[in-house]
């Protein structure tokens, strides 16, 4: 008996606000977000990376009738990139671009391409980079670069993240 009045107390204590989600589920937040630095905010896209961009963006925009954005170069990140509109997110294609492209590596391991990574918003990258430092969460870069959609972003280690690489971008 104790040990579960001792739980529950622990438990009402770490985690502050709860609230009902799609499907009945129950979404809980950590007391210690209380007044956080920084804030998280929505997912900004779906990155996948593709063999071929322009197929790719025609599927979205013939096929599914999305709203699909001309295709742009990014040097300093070594991709084409093209977004696709969903209306509350994106897809964004990715291509490589030049010789030292991270996306050429992902598509010799899966040729036909593949979800790449998630963005998510955060209203203080920096802060936010600080605080995911002390919970020893590893970027991949020590600072941020410019990202497709002209804001800071950086990618955090998918070893730290459950298997998943992340992009936070500044929102």
């Known amino acids: 008996m104790f040990h579960s009045r001792a739980l529950a107390t622990n438990l009402a204590r770490t985690f502050a606000r709860s609230s009902p989600g799609a499907g009945g589920r129950t979404f809980v937040t950590a007391t210690n977000q209380d007044s956080p630095v920084w804030k998280l905010g929505i997912l900004n896209h779906v990155a996948v990376a593709v063999p071929d961009i322009e197929k790719s963006a025609d599927f979205y925009r013939t ?6 954005s001309k295709k742009e170069a990014l040097p ?4 084409y ?21 991270p996306i050429e590596n992902f598509l ?24 995911l430092k002390s919970h020893k969460i590893r970027s991949l870069d020590q600072k941020p670069k410019i990202g497709a959609h002209g804001k800071p972003v950086i990618f955090l ?6 298997g998943v690489l992340v992009e936070l971008e500044q929102r």
């Open 76 to 79: 300093d990140h070594g991709v």
């Open 108 to 131: 010799k391991k899966k040729p036909d391409g593949g979800i790449h990574h998630i963005c998510l918003e955060v209203d203080n990258i920096e802060a936010a980079m600080a605080d």
């Open 63 to 68: 096929v599914m009738k999305a709203k699909v």
């Open 81 to 101: 990139t093209v977004f696709v509109d969903l209306g509350n997110t994106k897809i964004e294609l990715l291509h490589p671009y030049g010789e030292n492209s």
């Open 157 to 162: 280690h998918p070893k730290d993240c459950g």
